[in-house]
Each structure stands twice: as structure tokens, then as C-alpha cells.
């Protein structure tokens, strides 16, 4: 879809509206599609990188901006931006019917790869293809979130999952070199995490050697700690 403003003729293309009603009244927002779910998660910060325009809109594909009082009317300021955020957190997507299909589809695939990529069989610990997971998740009728990040329905699907089939998360091994007082306080800290600590040597340094643990652990490690 594109637009023309009627003030300044600047064309948008690749829009996605979002759209919230207020005082009685619609206001829409003009963004870049597949931004908006970013936003909402976390995964994107700039807004400029979301927002087409900071402008409001009482109609988008018409280009016929929102007017002063009923900025202040609905929203108790006008300052664009400030709106912006509060359509964009709170508004509804506007997407066609193949669109959102589409959209689901993908995430309902995107959901079954990280399980897939991040979990094992406990018995084999072999991976399971992404196919089965697509599957699994079929039989357990799992309805995709769409304003929810695709790694957070992956945790929800796991929980889910263990209820019907053999399958944990995959750990990995961990190094860490740390001096003495240090090391110990943080491997007390570390110890909710940890699932098994295969060696340890304390000499000048503290050493904890292959370290097993869950995947979702790697976050918070820089990656030279990661074997």
C-alpha cells in the first residue's frame, strides 16, 4: 500500500497501520511492516526505525492527519511522538486476511526452529527436526501469539511439550577462569543455573572447567566463556 500526505506529498510505501480508537474518535499511525511486533518485544528500540512519519492520522491511506484538539481531547497532550508510542504499544495491527495468515504461518514455523535448534531428546539426546516439533505443536493445538516474541512462545511450547513427548532443553559447556574470591562468589550465584560441574581446580585462579548448562544461560555469557 501507498499514501500521499496532503501537506508536504511524501509518499510511504510499505505501510502497516496500527490503529487505536479514543474519545470516540480513530487515530492510526503509518509504520514499516514486520517493525511492530519488534517493538512490542523489545528486539527494536529506535522508533524512527518503526515509525513512517511521527504524525498522527484519523486515516492513513487517505493521508489526513489527526487535528490539534482532538490530540489533546483524547490523549491530554500533542506531542506527536508521545502518541505515537501510546498507538504503537496499545493499537491494533491493521492486516489484511492473507497477510496475517501469512505472518502466523511463518511464526508458527519460526517458534518450531528454536525448539527444534535448542532441545533434545533426554534419552538419545539426538535433536528433533523441525518438522516433528511442527507437528507436535499441531497435535497439542498451539495457537501462535502474534504480539508475543517468537523465543518466548518457544519457551511456552517447551512447558507444553514435556507434557506430551521426551524432550529437554540441550545444555552446553562452559569455561571459566576467574581469580579465587571472585570465582567462588560468583559460582554461588551461578549455582541455580548450573546442571552439572564436571571439574574444578583452585589454585592461583579459580577454573571450573565444562560447565553444563541450559542454553537460555548463554545469554548473559560473553561468547569466549562458551566451548
Same mark, same amino acid.
Given at each position: ?7 508536504? #506529498? ?5 505501510? @502497516?497501520?496500527?490503529? %487505536? +480508537? ?10 514499516? +511492516? ?45 506531542? #506527536?511522538? &508521545?502518541?505515537?508510542? #501510546?498507538?504503537?504499544? =496499545? ?7 492473507? &497477510? ?6 511463518? %511464526? ?14 533426554? &534419552? ?11 507437528? @507436535? ?7 501462535? +501469539? ?15 511439550? =514435556?507434557?506430551? %513427548?521426551? /524432550? ?16 567462588? =562468589? ?10 552439572? /560441574?564436571?571439574? &574444578? ?16 544461560? @548463554?545469554?548473559?555469557?560473553?561468547? #569466549?566463556? /562458551?566451548?
Amino acid at each position: 500500500m501507498s499514501i500521499f500526505t496532503p501537506t508536504n #506529498q511524501i509518499r510511504l510505501t510499505n505501510v @502497516a497501520v496500527v490503529r %487505536m +480508537k479514543r474519545a470516540g474518535k480513530r487515530f492510526e499511525i503509518a509504520c514499516y +511492516k514486520n517493525k511492530v511486533v519488534g517493538w512490542r518485544s523489545g528486539v527494536e528500540k529506535d522508533l524512527d526505525e518503526v515509525l513512517q512519519t511521527h504524525s498522527v492520522f484519523v486515516n492513513v491511506s487517505k493521508g489526513q492527519v489527526a487535528k490539534k484538539e482532538d490530540l489533546l481531547s483524547a490523549f491530554g497532550t500533542d506531542d #506527536q511522538t &508521545e502518541i505515537c508510542k #501510546q498507538i504503537l504499544t =496499545k493499537g491494533e495491527v491493521q492486516v489484511s486476511d492473507k &497477510e496475517r495468515h501469512t505472518q502466523l504461518e511463518q %511464526m508458527f514455523r519460526d517458534i518450531a526452529t528454536i525448539v527444534a535448534d535448542k532441545c533434545v531428546n533426554p &534419552e538419545t539426546k539426538r535433536p528433533y527436526t523441525v518438522i516433528l516439533i511442527e507437528r @507436535a505443536m499441531k497435535d497439542i493445538h498451539y495457537s501462535v +501469539k502474534p504480539n508475543k516474541s517468537t523465543k518466548q512462545q518457544a519457551l511456552e511450547v517447551i512447558k507444553q511439550l =514435556k507434557e506430551k %513427548m521426551q /524432550i529437554e532443553r540441550a545444555h552446553m559447556r562452559l569455561r571459566f577462569i576467574l581469580p579465587v574470591n571472585e570465582g567462588k =562468589k560468583l559460582k554461588e550465584k551461578l549455582k541455580p543455573l548450573i546442571k552439572v /560441574i564436571e571439574s &574444578e581446580d583452585y589454585s592461583q585462579q579459580l577454573e571450573i572447567v565444562r560447565l553444563k548448562c541450559s542454553f537460555f544461560f @548463554a545469554s548473559v555469557l560473553p561468547k #569466549q566463556f /562458551i566451548l
